[in-house]
């Protein structure tokens, strides 16, 4: 059994507090970039809009960072190549329209699911605890990538993009969660891949957990400060033992 003690000493540089794992009751799992590489499918989308708009295209290396703010703010980084300019209105809802009409038929084309998450989930399953998924994704292409990449069973509760009027790194998604379940917020804990996460965990007094291989925007999640930093989904596992 690992040490979880020494695991989340002060002086571990992939740590910014201890976790008192034993009071965990709910686990929050974010969804793209934390359980499924996605971003394949989202790019491919964005790039059929964009030549079906007769724009140019966009650098696959840098389309790879525009992940993790909702479906409104991708379309907007695909129209502008740019991480928070505003496109033209018009043209913005046409291409958001014809972004939508793609990703919904191509939902779960490209992506998979990253490797330890099955084997993490199962062991989970298998606790007293209770797991959901929250993510800024629209509630039609959650609901439909879950269920492709077998997802969906092992979640009581999904808190999609549009379930609650504000989305990460508001808190209100997170409280949803907790209040859900009616359990202290100090008994609940994210798992992320971004500062999105980490923002909206702090403000809902959750504990954080991030994976150094999602999609925070080309910067490393370690800048953010969560609570513990892991390679692999596993490591989290083994910390419940």
């Not at 009027?165 to 798992?191: I, N, S, W």
Request: aromatic share 10%; glycine share 8%; proline share 5%.
């Amino acid at each position: 059994m690992p040490d979880r003690s020494s695991a989340n000493r002060a002086g571990d540089s992939n740590v910014a507090g201890p976790i008192a794992f034993d009071r965990i009751r709910l686990i929050l799992f974010d969804l793209d970039g934390t359980l499924v590489d996605s971003v394949r499918d989202l790019a491919w989308c964005g790039s059929e809009m964009l030549r079906r708009l007769e724009l140019p295209q966009r650098d696959p290396a840098v389309v790879h960072t525009w992940v993790g703010n909702g479906v409104e703010r991708f379309v907007k980084r695909f129209l502008t190549n740019d991480m928070d300019a505003e496109p033209d209105p018009l043209l913005f809802d046409q291409g958001l329209q014809i972004f939508l009409r793609l990703y919904a038929a191509h939902v779960s084309e490209r992506s998979v699911v990253y490797p330890g998450v099955i084997g993490t989930l199962q062991r989970f399953a298998g606790l007293d605890l209770h797991l959901g998924c929250v993510t800024n994704k629209p509630e039609p292409f959650t609901s439909g990538l879950l269920a492709a990449m077998g997802l969906d069973s092992f979640f009581e509760l999904v808190v999609a993009g549009d379930t609650t009027v504000r989305k990460k790194p508001d808190p209100m998604p997170l409280h949803y969660a907790a209040d859900y379940f009616g359990l202290d917020y100090g008994e609940c804990m994210m798992v992320g891949d971004s500062s999105n996460d980490v923002t909206a965990a702090r403000a809902a007094g959750f504990a954080i957990v991030c994976v150094t291989y999602g999609y925070n925007h080309g910067i490393d999640i370690r800048h953010s400060r969560p609570d513990l930093v892991i390679e692999n989904l596993t490591e989290l596992a083994e910390m419940f033992a």
